[in-house]
T-cell receptor, first 114, second 113 residues
Framework: DAGVIQSPRHEVTEMGQEVTLRCKLISGHNSLFWYRQTMMRGLELLIYFNNNVPIDDSGMPEDRFSAKMPNASFSTLKIQPSEPRDSAVYFC????????????FGEGSRLTVL | DQQVKQNSPSLSVQEGRISILNCDYTNSMFDYFLWYKKYPAEGPTFLISISSIKDKNEDGRFTVFLNKSAKHLSLHIVPSQPGDSAVYFCAARGRETGNQFYFGTGTSLTVIP
């Protein structure tokens, strides 16, 4: 079975540009988490969805960040406008329906904002 | 404010010896703890977990110990192998936090052949 699929794997953009990161959940999973990895804060939770509904977005740094889950299998994380301090690796993770255990992570999207 | 802390950014161990990775947490309501392993350019993968009703869980070369009074957990790897070289994250979850996981900053383990 395919795991969590993220795209793009690498993105280099200039400050002020819009960035869209994409995530496809594992089939049958209904919880979706977006994390950001930085040296200072490790894996930092940005937002998570349950059954397509955002449950907690308190980790979203600013209004420049937005996330959507238009259907049960797909999510986007958008940064507009991007800034150099947004440079990080962004991970998407999912979890099966009714499961409160471990998360299944994608391979991440490495974002560099120049 | 970090609720889960890994105070050692890196650790080097000789092959065959024991690796001990440490993790501290601040929220006494956390009831489930996990360790993840991450290789470069890959996503974190689940390694081992422990519930707050236990103080030890073992899976092959990996053992996790939980000390609830000290709000501390540790991961022991015995014997350490070069393939264990990776970044290890600990994570914690509490029901009052909506079952979301809080991660530490990670410890980079290098096992020297």
């Amino acid at each position: 079975d395919a795991g969590v699929i993220q795209s793009p794997r690498h993105e280099v953009t200039e400050m002020g540009q819009e960035v869209t990161l994409r995530c496809k959940l594992i089939s049958g999973h209904n919880s979706l988490f977006w994390y950001r990895q930085t040296m200072m804060r490790g894996l930092e939770l940005l937002i998570y969805f349950n059954n397509n509904v955002p449950i907690d977005d308190s980790g979203m740094p600013e209004d420049r960040f937005s996330a959507k889950m238009p259907n049960a299998s797909f999510s986007t994380l958008k940064i507009q406008p991007s800034e150099p301090r947004d440079s990080a690796v962004y991970f998407c993770a999912s979890r099966p329906t009714g499961w409160a255990g471990e998360l299944f992570f994608g391979e991440g999207s490495r974002l560099t904002v120049l | 404010d970090q609720q889960v802390k890994q105070n050692s950014p890196s650790l080097s161990v000789q092959e065959g010896r024991i690796s001990i990775l440490n993790c501290d947490y601040t929220n006494s309501m956390f009831d489930y703890f996990l360790w993840y392993k991450k290789y470069p350019a890959e996503g974190p993968t689940f390694l081992i977990s422990i519930s707050s009703i236990k103080d030890k869980n073992e899976d092959g070369r990996f053992t996790v110990f939980l000390n609830k009074s000290a709000k501390h957990l540790s991961l022991h790897i015995v014997p350490s192998q070069p393939g264990d070289s990776a970044v290890y994250f600990c994570a914690a979850r509490g029901r009052e936090t909506g079952n979301q996981f809080y991660f530490g900053t990670g410890t980079s383990l290098t096992v020297i052949p």
